[in-house]
């Protein structure tokens, strides 16, 4: 399973933008990058995926470099209730292992108000 | 979207004994995933379960100890059996869904082994 890195923790002023930055320098030309949040006390929730592009939803914004070995998410305006553990997955397309999600650590994002 | 609950939501057991954990999803999904979260740490995944086939189990987790059932394509178990104390962790269900298979969690089982 390809592996990600990400900081162990950052923080946020309220309302101020927030970059999480992942690396994954051995992603193979198939895996999805995803992003998922756990809130606390909380399962895993969805935030955003991409492959090759740069993607927007509700929620955030995610930039992918070229060489793809590296993505940050992008929460524009953070909120006190953004505050949670963040995790940047690789995941293999659905024929390949069942798009299973392997976790890694993740970072642990505070926000000040 | 998928809605999932867990049952029970949280248990203390003691030592040598079985629990088993309830998964039930409101729509009828492929794939169905098993998580342990163990204190202050990630989800480390267990197995996946299809309907109709055997559960397949990661590196390092074996059916013996932690048996699972998927009888139907809503439904499915996770047995953590003859337990001792390192087995106090947080349990997650979690199912695929759509044709960006992206994953739902249910809330999580929290279990506490005396």
């Known amino acids: 399973d390809a592996k990600t890195t990400q900081p162990n923790s950052m923080e946020s002023n309220e309302e101020e933008p927030v970059h999480l930055p992942c690396n994954h320098s051995t992603i193979s030309g198939t895996d999805y990058i995803h992003w998922y949040r756990q809130l606390p006390s909380q399962g895993p929730e969805y935030v955003i995926h991409?492959?090759?592009s740069n993607v927007n939803n509700r929620m955030a914004s995610l930039a992918i470099a070229e060489d793809r070995k590296s993505s940050t998410l992008i929460l524009h305006r953070a909120t006190l209730r953004d505050a949670a553990v963040y995790y940047c997955i690789l995941r293999a397309p659905f024929y390949n292992q069942g798009g299973k999600l392997i976790f890694g650590q993740g970072t642990e994002l505070s926000v000040k108000p | 979207s998928a809605v999932i609950s867990q049952k029970p939501s949280r248990d203390i057991c003691q030592r040598g004994t079985s629990l088993t954990i309830q998964c039930q999803v409101d729509s009828q999904v492929t794939m169905m995933f098993w998580y342990r979260q163990q204190p202050g740490q990630s989800l480390t995944l267990i197995a996946t379960?299809?309907?109709?086939?055997?559960?397949?189990?990661e590196s390092g987790f074996v059916i013996d100890k932690f048996p699972i059932s998927r009888p139907n394509l809503t439904f499915s178990t996770l047995t953590v059996s003859n337990m001792s104390p390192e087995d106090s962790s947080i349990y997650l269900c979690s199912v695929s869904v759509g044709a960006k298979n992206i994953q739902y969690f249910g809330a999580g089982t929290r279990l506490s082994v005396l």
């Open positions: 379960a299809n309907q109709g086939s055997e559960a397949t189990y």
């Open positions: 991409g492959l090759t």
